[in-house]
């Protein structure tokens, strides 16, 4: 339950006087608060800066340190004060955490410090509130890295871990060339064949002198031989390379999938698949179209060069800029050239011989290149010529510094978070404070199953559990549930979990099908509602009389499960907000002990509007006084 | 015709002007005083001593509960969202929306969609520490809807829908779509004695004295502050 609203919990508990008159049954005892203090001003002494704030407000959030009563262990007799030896900086904001309900995290501060912070008092940093919080993780990712960098130091001056297999060790020489010599050499051996595959590739067309029919015969044509072995060579070389990838990637499917390989399969398919064909007429045109690909050798350069990628990554990250940019320039190119080819239409031997001829014009002018083939000669054209270059570059400069500006930051920013990395993030934070919200919820049923199960306990007379079960909860927790617990009397309903309901959506389609007790009513209406397809699993079932003990007896025990080996659980004071994300989801989804406590209602029967409920099994128990509850637990 | 002179007049007015501000490039200002709203409304209580006569607290008391108000609600005033948001944390298993609407008509005494602390404080003051005769009249207040006098069924159902619905879905035993009109049957069985189909306050507050049940529970919530 949020705290901030603890205050109001009287109110709502006032306000429960409205369920009376409608409720049939007696309501449950209000938990007695025996140790009312009236509210007081204590005094939080944080190395020597006092902080005084009421007892209330502290007690907001039970699940933390000043929340709970582990700030008796720092209580001083003497001057009558809590003393902690911590920062007060931080303090400050932890204490603000308590009176306005948000945790706010302060830019100056250490992140590590803060953490500690926090981790002392209590407080999971996942409330930390949605202004603050972008900020505290982009730190705490830095600072993560940075620790993660200096791990990889250290592991990379130690000699290499002795129980990598041969593939790691591959892979790993390929991924940081400068773990071994053999990676070095081999880095700086690829590095050199692409350059010499690039610079052979832009030679091979440079006219070398020799006239023939006057022409120059390009260098590619003239030593066709010593370039098809040079290509040959490049070639091997780069499908010897990809092939070893291949082999050493630890996940091959993810590898095929990634840039790179796309990449190297790119540069070196043109020359297989000119192997392949043959000197047909009709296909020497696609073969030739195809060497064009064969420029892409030069985007191997990436693995080589940081810098590529990171242009590459801003490119990509900035889409939606360039999205925006490549749009608007659309839309003015189109507006533009319309209206130049009406104004230019009129003059003689006008080059704008169509709205399409007048695009070029357009981009021409408006990227400020003005080739001059194209130029207009009515006043009107000029006129619309020179509004044309004046919105060109209004309208190429504003997406420009949106990614310059992204380039530097992420340049900056060592960009080895992902964008995809902080979504993971996000999702895991959503969660948790999803998995402590519905912790609120599930401490009602919880502490119901505590409050019975020590009833119980008391009932059947062994007093060995600890009896300081019941006193876990704080009170206003107490309170808060004694108001679902009212809740629950008037309606003459319980609350349950998500399992239990659909598990007794499965018992009552069984009821419906095979009893035909007469205390079981109205449960026609049942499965049509809720389980109708669960009711089919109950088709083989036979259909004999089965006795109604029986039957009831099943109910019972599958309503009714208690957790008897989760005494830690139980016992830990603070729940809710604070418990651990694995513990929280150990205690939702819990399947293991069962045991029976059977408890019914003795309700008078023309009172309850619901006439399901089960008669009392056993006829030995106490009546009258005890104040018993049917348990559907988790 | 002159309508549709002045019109284009006031139209050539609109256009000259908006190129004059375009030419000499100076911002438009009436845009920010246009959208300053004026939603800061602050709303401060009567003095203590004044409170603390009309209703039933002690002044610690009052400080207590206006803490708590002015911490959640520093404007001093609540509207129907706030309350709602506050009153559904309390029942994070269902849907307490109807409910809290109906309780906030009955806390809005002067019915201007707001409610402030002194209204907040005299319905506490009657719950929690007022007679047993004024209790029943603020419930009856609650239920009745339309502030009519009268509680008639079907005021009745939809306050014990409101009711159930706060319950969510998870339940046991199953919540029907019957129960709340058969709880509603049994409880205008109790109530109504001439059986004219509607509860009068007397009726009501004749029926409940007259239930234990009701008189014990009405005790419970005495010591809440």
Redesign the interface.
């Known amino acids: 339950m949020a705290a901030g609203v603890a205050a109001w919990l009287p109110f709502a508990r006032a306000a429960a006087i409205g369920w009376m008159p409608v409720a049939n049954c007696p309501m449950p005892i209000a938990p007695s608060d025996k140790s009312r203090r009236q509210d007081e001003l204590i005094v939080l002494n944080v190395s020597g800066r006092r902080f005084q704030t009421w007892r209330t407000t502290l007690d907001r959030y039970p699940d933390t340190l000043l929340g709970s009563s582990e700030k008796e262990f720092f209580y001083n007799e003497e001057t009558k004060e809590y003393f902690f030896d911590r920062d007060p900086d931080v303090f400050r904001s932890i204490l603000n955490f308590y009176r306005t309900g948000k945790l706010h995290y302060p830019r100056y501060e250490c992140i590590s410090a803060y953490d500690e912070e926090l981790a002392f008092f209590g407080i999971i940093p996942e409330i930390i509130g949605d202004c603050c919080y972008e900020e505290y993780k982009d730190r705490k990712r830095e600072n993560a890295e940075r620790l993660m960098d200096d791990n990889d130091q250290e592991n990379g001056k130690e000699g290499n871990l002795p129980n990598l297999n041969f593939r790691e060790t591959m892979w790993r020489a390929f991924e940081n060339p400068h773990t071994s010599t053999m990676a070095l050499v081999f880095y700086y051996v690829t590095g050199f064949f692409i350059a010499i595959s690039v610079i052979t590739n832009v030679v091979e067309t440079v006219p070398c002198g020799i006239h023939l029919n006057q022409k120059d015969l390009p260098c590619g044509e003239r030593y066709s031989v010593a370039f098809f072995c040079l290509d040959t060579a490049c070639v091997m070389i780069f499908t010897v390379e990809y092939l070893l990838r291949l082999f050493a990637a630890p996940s091959r499917y993810r590898f095929i999938r990634s840039v790179m390989s796309i990449i190297d399969v790119v540069a070196i398919m043109p020359y297989y698949i000119g192997l392949v064909m043959t000197n047909n007429e009709d296909v020497s045109g696609a073969f030739v179209t195809l060497r064009v690909f064969r420029v892409f050798r030069i985007f191997k350069f990436s693995r080589h060069s940081q810098g590529l990628r990171i242009l590459g990554y801003t490119l990509k990250s900035c889409a939606s800029e360039l999205g925006f940019l490549l749009f608007s320039l659309t839309m003015a190119i189109i507006i533009f050239a319309t209206v130049m080819y009406y104004a230019e239409k009129g003059s003689s031997a006008s080059k704008f011989t169509s709205i399409p001829a007048s695009f070029w014009y357009t981009i021409v002018t408006m990227t400020t290149l003005g080739y001059g083939d194209m130029v207009p000669k009515t006043i009107a054209g000029k006129i619309f010529g020179s509004i044309c270059s004046l919105s060109g570059v209004l309208v190429i400069a504003l997406p420009v510094p949106v990614i310059v500006s992204n380039f530097s930051r992420i340049y900056h920013q060592n960009q080895r978070a992902d964008k995809r990395r902080a979504q993971k993030v996000q999702k895991a934070r959503l969660a948790r404070i999803r998995v402590a919200k519905a912790g609120s919820s599930n401490a009602f049923l919880r502490s119901k199953r505590n409050g019975l199960l020590n009833e119980a306990l008391e009932l059947t007379g062994s007093g060995e559990e600890d009896q300081h079960l019941s006193k876990s909860t704080s009170v206003i927790e107490s309170q808060h549930h004694h108001l679902l617990h009212c809740l629950e009397k008037t309606t003459n309903h319980e609350f349950v979990d998500e399992q239990v309901f659909e598990h007794n959506c499965l018992e009552s389609g069984m009821k419906n099908y095979t009893s035909r007790s007469p205390s079981l009513d109205s449960s026609h209406g049942l499965t049509g509602t809720c389980c109708s397809r669960r009711s089919k699993k109950t088709t083989h079932l036979p259909n004999s009389s089965v006795p109604a003990t029986r039957l009831r007896s099943m109910q019972e025990l599958s309503a009714i499960h208690i957790q008897c080996g989760e005494q830690q659980a139980l016992s830990t004071s603070r729940s809710s907000l604070n418990v651990q994300s694995d513990e929280a989801l150990r205690l939702n989804c819990q399947s293991s002990q069962i045991t029976t406590a059977i408890i019914s209602i003795p309700t008078p029967p023309t009172a309850s509007p619901e006439g399901s409920l089960p008669q009392p099994s056993s006829p030995s128990q106490p009546s009258a006084g005890v104040n018993i509850v049917k348990v559907s637990a988790l | 015709m002159s309508g549709c002179t002045r019109r284009c007049k006031m139209g050539i007015v609109k256009f000259a002007r908006s190129i004059h501000r375009l030419v000499t490039g100076t911002l438009n200002k009436d845009k920010p005083e246009d959208e300053l709203e004026m939603t800061v409304v602050c709303h401060r209580p009567e003095g203590l001593e004044q409170l603390e006569a009309q209703t039933n607290f002690t002044k610690?008391e009052l400080q207590?509960?206006y803490?708590?108000?002015k911490?959640?609600c520093p404007s001093g005033l609540v509207n129907e969202e706030t309350f709602k948001q506050?009153?559904a944390?309390?029942?994070?298993?269902g849907d307490a929306s109807t409910y809290a609407h109906y309780?906030f008509n009955?806390f809005d005494s002067g019915q201007n969609g707001s409610v402030k602390f002194e209204d907040?404080v005299m319905?506490?003051s009657i719950?929690?520490r007022g007679s047993i005769r004024e209790?029943?009249r603020?419930?009856f207040n609650?239920?009745d809807l339309n502030k009519d006098g009268y509680i008639n069924k079907e005021e009745m159902t939809d306050?014990?829908r409101a009711?159930?619905d706060?319950?969510?879905?998870?339940?046991?035993?199953?919540?029907?779509?019957?129960?709340p009109r058969?709880?509603v049957d049994?409880?205008f069985q109790k109530?109504d004695k001439n059986k004219d189909g509607v509860v009068t306050l007397d009726e009501?507050i004749v029926s409940?004295q007259e239930d234990d049940?009701?008189m014990?529970?009405?005790q419970?919530?005495e010591?809440?502050?």
């Open positions: 610690r207590i509960l803490r708590g108000f911490n959640e506050i009153y944390q309390f029942f994070p298993h309780l009955a907040f319905a506490l719950l929690l209790k029943l603020w419930t609650l239920y306050i014990v009711i159930y706060m319950m969510g879905k998870y339940t046991y035993p199953v919540l029907k779509d019957e129960a058969q709880h049994a409880f109530m009501f409940c049940n009701i014990q529970s009405l419970l919530f010591n809440v502050i």
